[in-house]
């Protein structure tokens, strides 16, 4: 489950997209990092499926419109109405989609030894593990990672060996060839998770041939999390968009914060890529779960700490991505963000 594929174009599917909104395109676009979902969506594999697509496809399809989609009303939410920028439901959310994709991804790993998919493509994924080993390995020296360009191209020894006691958790790891780069930056203590048993299978048969056997894989749903321990870093890339695309994405959503509150050791950072919100829209998703966490656990100011850290603290984002023109407005089709965990719980 760690990123997003459409359904092929000849598929009757209809696909997923933002809800339609009397405003003008530039209202809906925020003045930073836009993110185009259907651009991204659309990077695929050059490897042909040996199950049969098309038919998994009706499946899923059939699968989602017989699902009970909730009133707006029915949420528990400070909005008095839908989000114009959230995203329609689709079969993108359902776990059938994605044990049925995984399938076909191992099947075609055991006869053709092909690794599927890299969701959001190469590029991001290098960026992403680049970018946030230049990020833990500064927070020490609290130093501001805006120039990822740098970070590219950053090999300092100090700073790998600065990564060694970090823990990694990938939520949603899909093939887990995230984890793999991380694995290359330096990280050794790494755990991938997801809830499609296929998936899981996939990812540790691809991490023992590229010599990671010691990546751990295990299979678990974020949103009814069985791990029991916490982790320095958590990271999603794509997961939160996927949860969001099923029928009850907006509750979906509001759990996915809960869990993954849980997982994140306190000062530890949480790394979230999408392709379907902007780094805005994740902010303000996170300041929404702080708020909550917030009025849950109101007590009187203390003395020791009299201003306490929101629970989730925006600290950077990736500034190098391609960017595309959209109604006027210069933006990318994908942002990863990161938020601190504060350190007083």
């Not at 009303?73 to 776990?95: C, R, T």
């Not at 960026?127 to 927070?139: E, G, R």
């Not at 321990?229 to 509001?254: E, S």
């Amino acid at each position: 489950m760690t990123g997003i594929r459409w359904p092929p174009e000849e598929s009757d599917v209809v696909q997923p997209s933002r809800a339609p909104a009397a405003a003008p395109a530039t209202d809906l676009i925020s003045d930073d990092d836009r993110s185009v979902a259907a651009d991204s969506w659309s990077i695929k594999s050059e490897y042909g499926s040996t199950l049969d697509d098309e038919q998994r496809q009706v499946d899923a399809a059939e699968l989602l419109s017989s699902c009970n989609f909730r009133a707006s009303s029915d949420y528990s939410s400070d909005k008095d109405e839908p989000d114009a920028n959230e995203v329609e439901p689709s079969m993108l959310g359902l776990q059938s989609y994605w044990d049925a994709a995984y399938a076909e991804d191992l099947a075609n790993f055991h006869q053709h030894g092909h690794a599927g998919e890299i969701w959001f493509g190469t590029d991001v994924m290098n960026t992403v593990a680049a970018w946030t080993k230049n990020l833990c390995a500064s927070m020490p020296q609290n130093v501001n990672v805006a120039n990822d360009v740098a970070v590219r191209n950053n090999s300092d020894d100090h700073a790998v060996k600065d990564l060694f006691g970090w823990t990694v958790l990938d939520i949603g790891t899909g093939n887990g060839l995230l984890l793999q780069e991380f694995a290359k930056q330096g990280f050794t203590d790494l755990t991938g998770t997801d809830y499609s048993e296929g998936a899981i299978d996939l990812a540790q048969s691809l991490a023992t041939r590229a010599g990671f056997s010691s990546i751990n894989f295990v299979v678990d749903d974020i949103l009814d999390t069985k791990l029991e321990r916490q982790f320095n870093l958590v990271l999603d890339k794509g997961t939160l968009d996927a949860v969001g695309l099923h029928p009850d994405g907006h509750l979906r959503r509001l759990a996915y914060w809960e869990s993954v509150s849980k997982l994140v050791s306190p000062g530890g950072l949480l790394v979230i890529t999408s392709c379907n919100s902007t780094k805005d829209e994740l902010i303000q998703e996170a300041d929404n779960f702080n708020q909550g966490q917030a009025a849950a656990t109101a007590t009187a100011p203390s003395p020791a700490e009299p201003d306490r850290a929101p629970f989730f603290q925006y600290i950077d984002h990736v500034r190098t991505y391609p960017t595309i023109m959209f109604g006027g407005v210069e933006g990318s089709r994908v942002a990863t963000v990161a938020f601190r965990r504060r350190s007083v719980v």
